[in-house]
């Protein structure tokens, strides 16, 4: 069987200069339209890879931010642990007289953030977890020895250290030293409140009994007297005392209440009782009930009148 083969013979076509004007019009259309098309692409691209960017940045810059914070909470910690006592110079001159009342106002945030970083730096009391980490990490944080006044030593060296920190970390806020020390005193009595609210709580059925009332509530810091708290005083300039300003809504019985809380307190410190200064009552001033004080406060607390 014999294969054969045909050769097909191209024609030429014949195209006119219109027709091929109106082909290579039609050409550069589709072209251009193409291109339009792949750039609008790569535009939806380049947009989408920069909102990628955007997102990669902001998560970077929140890492550093958190591992910032935490290096820098943790480098505050140990200063203040590890930081030697310093021995008292010009900057003690300022602590022995502490400047409680502050020159300038500022905002109540402003205030409340220094306040909070005081008592993320300082021992907690009160700290209420399980947590052995948590736990370890607050007692390695430094605390004031409420055994003695707040501008005696080891509590003068340590408002030195707390200043220095303050002074860098909370530069922003506008406070001066003055300002800063104040504050510091505030946590310092508040600590030492801290100290009689709980040994009444330990002592509750004790105190309520030798009281023969219920002594709840009773135990408010704004109805404690500043001369009660902190205020020094130098007698013949060898011994040091409190004197004592009780405020004149008080009533007498608030009055026994109160001492009788503070012998439970000299009690439990044992032999370290000898640090507590003597207490010298010295006037009744003609005071009104503080604002601060709750609702809560029993009837009997208050003198006849107020």
Same mark, same amino acid.
């Given at each position: ?13 014949? $195209?006119?200069?219109?027709?091929? @004007? ?25 947009? !989408? ?18 591992? /910032? ?36 106002? %500022? ?22 977890? $399980?947590?052995?980490?948590? $736990? ?12 003695? %006044? %707040?501008?005696? #030593? ?70 404690? #007297? ?17 004197? @004592? ?12 209440? @109160? ?27 003609? /005071? ?10 029993? !009837? ?7």
């Amino acid at each position: 069987m014999t294969i054969q083969r045909r050769q097909l013979a191209l024609r030429p076509i014949e $195209i006119t200069n219109e027709q091929l @004007i109106e082909i290579l019009s039609t050409l550069k259309t589709n072209m251009t339209a193409m291109g339009n098309n792949m750039a609008a692409d790569m535009s939806i691209v380049q947009e !989408q890879i920069g909102t990628v960017e955007d997102k990669l940045l902001n998560m970077n810059s929140r890492i550093n931010v958190l591992a /910032t914070s935490s290096i820098e909470t943790i480098t505050d910690i140990d200063s203040l642990s590890r930081a030697p006592l310093v021995s008292p110079t010009n900057t003690m001159a300022n602590v022995s007289q502490p400047a409680f009342n502050a020159p300038y106002e %500022f905002s109540k945030k402003a205030s409340n953030d220094v306040y909070a970083h005081i008592r993320n730096l300082m021992w907690d009391p009160k700290l209420k977890t $399980i947590n052995q980490v948590d $736990i370890l990490a607050n007692e390695s944080k430094p605390r004031w020895n409420t055994n003695v %006044f %707040f501008y005696k #030593s080891p509590n003068k060296e340590l408002v030195v250290r707390l200043l220095e920190n303050l002074k860098r970390k909370c530069i922003h806020k506008g406070f001066r030293e003055a300002n800063f020390r104040a504050r510091l005193h505030k946590n310092f009595i508040s600590q030492n409140h801290t100290r009689r609210l709980l040994v009444y709580t330990d002592n509750k059925e004790a105190i309520d009994l030798q009281m023969k009332r219920d002594c709840d509530f009773t135990m408010q810091m704004a109805a404690m #007297s500043n001369g009660e708290s902190a205020d020094e005083d130098f007698e013949n300039r060898t011994k040091s005392i409190v004197k @004592i300003v009780r405020p004149g809504w008080r009533s007498d019985e608030f009055n026994t209440l @109160i001492k009788l809380v503070d012998k439970y307190v000299i009690e439990a410190m044992g032999s370290s009782a000898f640090q507590m200064k003597e207490r010298v009552f010295t006037s009744v001033s003609n /005071t009104a009930v503080p604002d601060d004080i709750t609702s809560k406060l029993p !009837q009997w607390a208050l003198r006849d009148g107020y």
